[in-house]
DNA sequence: CGGGATCCTTTTTGATACTG
DNA sequence: CAGTATCAAAAAGGATCCCG
């Protein structure tokens, strides 16, 4: 071995296209735990609003479309007096369910960072003329 | 059991917490890129950028950071001619991996989304007059 | 009840330019 | 090489009003 002039040869794969359309998926804030909430059986609208407090419905409404269009969860709309919508959670959903365990399990491992982004860091001196 | 209220009897945990923190880490775009690069070994800066061609200096400094904080990767300064700074995951970083398999192998299968999203973004119509 | 449509605020990212 | 400082753009999220 003469020179190496770097020592990992090459990245092993450029995993761009699935890391990217997975986290698309699951990089907002409220995906990860409407999923969490939905793999306990099918779930109205207004239960994950209860489940999830401080979401607001525009967003579950959102993130809820982006999990139907994706084949992850299925919207059934059920006739009744007030009219109720139950979504759950598709057999290519539940293959997500060991990707949230997985980040719950390593969640509780980190260390949580006690101030987001604290930067005091050479605050420049405004000039006093 | 009479009269069930609800289907699903409760939310089996409320995982905020392990969830939030770790989603806080993986939820950014590049974040999860940079864990797949790093897990052949450790990696320079500037080698870094050339693995991820699209991201900018600063993001990449921060997502760094973020991880160093969380003790997901560890930084180390080497005093060569010009100076060079290795990053590596730490074995807590070790246990993101199945979590990063599991993001792209599931990601594999899920449908695409034709478009993403398609935000022409409101080009505000400049005042013809 | 279950949303769609707007408008607004906060957070993230990107593009440069500059430094040790 | 390895960043930091700043500003501008984009995206995500929230608030509110309205509709079937």
Redesign the interface.
């Known amino acids: 071995m003469a020179l190496r002039v770097?020592?990992?040869?090459a990245?092993?794969e450029p995993?761009?296209?699935?890391?990217?359309?997975?986290?698309?998926?699951?990089?907002?804030?409220w995906t990860?735990?409407l999923i969490?909430?939905l793999?306990?059986?099918?779930?109205r609208f207004s239960?994950l609003r209860v489940?999830l407090p401080k979401i607001s419905a525009k967003v579950l409404t959102s993130r809820l479309r982006?999990l139907e269009?994706?084949?992850?969860v299925s919207r059934t709309v059920r006739p009744t007096s007030p009219p109720s919508v139950e979504y759950a959670l598709t057999p290519?959903g539940g293959?997500?369910l060991?990707?949230?365990d997985?980040?719950?399990?390593?969640?509780?491992?980190?260390?949580?960072?006690a101030q987001p982004r604290r930067r005091p860091s050479k605050r420049r001196v405004p000039p006093a003329n």
Not at 6 to 9: A, E, G, M, S, V
Not at 15 to 29: E, N, Q, R
Not at 102 to 113: C, D, M, P, T, W
């Open positions: 770097r020592k990992n040869p990245p092993p995993p761009d296209c699935p890391l990217g359309t997975c986290m698309k998926l699951l990089g907002g804030v990860p735990n969490w909430y793999r306990a059986g099918p779930r239960e489940d982006d269009e994706r084949g992850v290519l293959e997500l060991p990707v949230i997985a980040i719950v399990s390593v969640g509780g491992r980190l260390k949580a960072l």
